[in-house]
């Protein structure tokens, strides 16, 4: 009784830790600072998020996640250890047992460096679960029942589209688009048109304040600034919502594509649960103004986004590490 259980939504752009009873009790970007003179962490989470964009070239800060999956796994291991710790608290008498959420599609050897990196960065036992199940256990979809159920998680990293019956994954699609993808695109979008160079975090402010999947009659409008490609000096434009969407275009029809493939492959009888209950839609890119309407004329399927979106997986985990016996269908590896 005295061993604490945490459950981790391993995020490329934000990691939260959810510990039962107390809910979410960490909630920071998964960014770390390191040094380049000794290779020493520096800095992780909202500290090391801060200093993108402005460190001199004896400090990097890097997300240590590339598409849901680990890219560096010496600064993964460190932010884990971060972040597990401060959840918490640095003296211990016991290690704890730590769910981890990961993409559907990630490889055995992807799995193992997770794991490995839970377990060195102070795991006493860890658990590996896919994303969708875990977004669906967080979004209260009774995924345990003979019927089918459609859940769309789209992250910071990837889009995760499953349809889960009995408490497994029937059919599911991973794409690599997520918020990253679409903050990428909306910089790239305002070189083109604009000749202004902006960066990582001024995209995605862009995304947050004006950004939407379909074109709004009355746009939605925010000044961005940026560096004039041409003359090199500062400048301003005002930016709009439809900017945004046409910037997204493609991505957004990569995602549906994908939704798509995945209604295709379900068998007749769960298509046609799909059809009654709807698609469900978490993640924090799901909260992308109008895109549940977009995917609903897409498919001809109604869309609704789940209540705290950004917080479903993070929940999803601790909920199955709580109820380990009755989800033990679902988890993908141990140890």
Known sequence: MWIKKIGIDLGTTNILVFQPKH????????????SKDDNRVLAVGIEAKDMIGRTPDSIIAERPLKDGVIA?????????????NKALGGIRLFRPEVMIAV?????????????????????????????????????DIPIGTASGHMIIDIGGGTSEIAVISLGGIVSCGSVRIG??????????????????????????EVKIH?????????????????????TGLPRTITVTSNDTTEALQHDLEGLIEAVKQVLHDTPPE????????????S??????????????????????????????????????????DNYKRSIAATK
């Not at 460190?78 to 597990?84: G, K, P, V």
């Open 179 to 204: 918020g990253t993808k679409f903050d990428a695109s909306i910089a790239e979008f305002i070189r083109k048109k604009y000749g202004l160079a902006i960066g990582d975090r001024s995209s995605e």
């Open 283 to 324: 993640g924090g890119s799901s909260l992308l103004r109008n895109l549940h309407e977009l995917i609903a004329q897409a498919t001809g399927v109604a869309c609704y986004v789940a209540d705290d979106a950004l917080l479903c997986v993070a929940k999803g985990t601790g909920i199955a590490l709580e109820n380990l």
């Open 270 to 281: 769960l298509s046609a649960d799909v059809m009654d209950k709807g698609i469900i839609m």
């Open 23 to 34: 809910g979410i009790v960490v909630n920071e970007p998964s960014v770390v600072a390191i």
């Open 103 to 139: 993409p559907a599609g990630i490889t055995s050897t992807e799995r193992r460096a997770v794991i490995d990196a839970a377990m060195a960065a102070g795991a006493r036992a860890a658990y590996i679960i896919k994303e969708p199940i875990v977004a669906a256990i967080g979004a």
């Open 210 to 230: 004006v950004g939407s999947a379909m074109y709004m009659e009355t746009p939605l409008e925010m000044e961005v600034k940026g560096r004039d490609m041409i």
């Open 72 to 84: 560096n796994y010496r600064t993964t291991e460190a932010m884990l250890r971060y972040f597990i």
